[in-house]
């Protein structure tokens, strides 16, 4: 995420208009640690996503749905 993106999220009102927005960017998983273990974090940019997934896949199509949960577009694929 550039520091211009990074700045138009922060004007962002809503829950709903910061999902569609980092939706728009794109979601990225890297390994961390959770209270289970190993596992993947998903991210955008920098902001880390409260989802994690035992792979780097299952993290991103996790993040996804959630973010697609929030911006009230759930259930219009992964």
Request: charged fraction near 25%.
């Amino acid at each position: 995420m550039t520091e211009a993106q990074l700045a138009a999220y922060e004007q962002l009102n809503t829950e709903h208009e910061r999902a569609r927005f980092l939706l728009a960017i794109g979601i990225t998983a890297a390994p961390d640690k959770d209270e289970s273990g190993l596992c993947y974090r998903a991210s955008v940019g920098d902001i880390r996503l409260p989802v994690t997934g035992a792979t780097k896949l299952s993290a991103i199509e996790r993040a996804t749905a959630w973010l697609k949960e929030k911006a009230g577009m759930a259930g219009q694929g992964v």
